[in-house]
């Protein structure tokens, strides 16, 4: 009995095998083939790519949006300079005034040096609570344009002729391709024609 299962699981390993071989050496050459034909005759294979930074130092709303951005930086740098400024102006004032012993009690110095280290306090708040604004901000327009980019992408790749689209930054990922796989100007022009509709 024992001899007889052997025989019957050594047939079955030697047909698992040999499926196994079938499968693994027939398709990949035959799909191969296909590709090295589809190549041959100078088809294009259903794969792109998409270079993300000219997307984003072209496509309308980014520009727009990056600008509001860089504003917004520069109007929380000028407030914070602004109220540095005074605040260094008040603490030198109160110097001068201590070294002049302007002060007519020490409470009163006192008191002047903890308003100076409140409104140090305060321009400290203020200044991380601006940073932590405008990277917020920033993630927020990130966020946006990714998946302003992903519904964009699914509507224009609607009729399947793209199996797969690559993203590249700066020679990152694709580090040689036919020009013939670059979808990025026309992913722009058309960001830029629906960006203008609206």
Known sequence: MNKIQIAINCVLCAAVVALFVLFFTQKPASRQAEVAQAIAAGEQMPVAYLNLDSVLL??????????????????????????ANTLQREAADFQRKVE??????????????????????????LEAKLTNEILQQNQDLNLQLADTLN?????????????IIFANTGKDNILQAADAYDITNEVIEALNARCAKK
């Open 58 to 83: 072209n496509y309308t709303f980014a520009i727009e949006a990056n600008d509001k951005l860089m504003t917004k930086q520069e109007d929380a740098r000028l407030k914070l300079n602004t109220k």
């Open 100 to 125: 002049n012993n302007a002060f007519l009690s020490r409470e009163r110095a006192e008191a002047e040096q903890n308003k100076l280290i409140r409104k140090q306090q305060e321009l400290q708040e």
């Open 151 to 163: 519904n964009f992408l699914a509507e224009f790749n609607a009729d399947g002729r793209y199996q």
